[in-house]
């Protein structure tokens, strides 16, 4: 049996050595990263949107990457303005986001 390219490279992927299982986490730039439980990584992200959330306001959203390549930001923020026009066609994805 012969895989495609893209099969070749997922098999390598799930199967490299060197692949990690589980998350890597530091506290600043200084220390070096460590191997921590998957609890802890997502009690940090928790904690960190919270932070990010009560600084600066909002919600954070998960970009729609199914449609496009790249990051798309939510409509209403895409919108054009009269001092921003709309992106050109080549720029803009199926879902009606502005794609950057």
Excluded at 17 to 31: G, H, I, K, N, Q
Excluded at 54 to 72: K, L, M, P
Aim: proline share 8%; hydrophobic share 30%; with cysteine.
């Amino acid at each position: 049996m012969r895989l495609c390219p893209k099969g070749i490279n997922a098999y390598q992927q799930v199967n490299h050595p060197e692949r990690l299982t589980a998350p890597l986490m530091r506290r600043s730039r200084d220390e070096d990263f460590r191997e921590v439980s998957w609890d802890e990584a997502l009690d940090f992200t928790v904690a960190e949107i919270e932070r990010i959330q009560q600084s600066y306001g909002g919600v954070v959203q998960q970009a729609d990457t199914t449609r496009c390549s790249g990051w798309c930001p939510p409509a209403a923020s895409g919108a054009p303005t009269a001092s921003t026009p709309a992106p050109s066609a080549s720029r803009r994805s199926t879902s009606g986001r502005s794609c950057r």
